[in-house]
């Protein structure tokens, strides 16, 4: 039980990182490939609020 719970946290520590760097440093670039309903202006319009909420996210 210990181990899966060890390994639970390890999974959401990774998710939360993945979010942080997809969301403050790939927002323009992957986040585009990810999220693909969205127009491609949307990204570099947001991209100072995916900035700040991947900080909250990390």
Known sequence: ME???KILIGLVAFMHLY????????WTTRA???FT???P????????MAANQGLYNG
């Open 3 to 5: 181990l899966t719970a």
């Open 19 to 26: 979010f942080l760097w997809l969301e403050m440093f790939a």
């Open 32 to 34: 585009k490939k990810v």
């Open 37 to 39: 309903g969205f127009t």
């Open 41 to 48: 202006d949307f990204f570099e319009k947001t991209k100072n």
